[in-house]
Nanobody, 124 residues
């Protein structure tokens, strides 16, 4: 699976952005997908995950109620709708695919394919 993240940018606090992750390869439709982020000087952290059919989602507490993960398997695309953005959401956002297991994992080492990252900057 090859992953290409896009949609990052500069946004004022309280604003919204939608990230996309375009995937190539047949295994996208059966893969658990996740979004992670890495802020300057910090480790990569789990943001959200979604099961292969979109029926199960999981969110980090810091984004619950503000971010929504979704996927369109007909378009091989993963999304992250980010609302009510805060300066602390500033980070490089990565999409990732887990093709070996069916459960959503919050651990980055569980994911075996990664996109290149897209930068989100939130200013106050």
């Amino acid at each position: 699976v090859q992953l290409q993240a896009s949609g990052g940018g500069l946004v004022q606090a309280g604003g919204s952005l939608r990230l996309s992750c375009a995937a190539s390869g047949r295994t996208f439709n059966t893969a658990v997908m996740g979004w992670f982020r890495q802020a300057p000087g910090k480790e990569r952290a789990f943001v959200a995950g979604i099961s292969w059919n979109g029926g199960i989602t999981d969110y980090a507490d810091s984004v619950k109620g503000r971010f929504t993960i979704s996927r369109d398997n007909t378009k091989n695309t993963l999304y992250l709708q980010m609302n009510s953005l805060k300066p602390e959401d500033t980070a490089v956002y990565y999409c990732a695919a887990e093709t070996r297991h069916s459960a959503i994992s919050r651990a980055s080492y569980s994911y075996n394919y990664w996109g290149q990252g897209t930068v989100v900057t939130v200013f106050s």
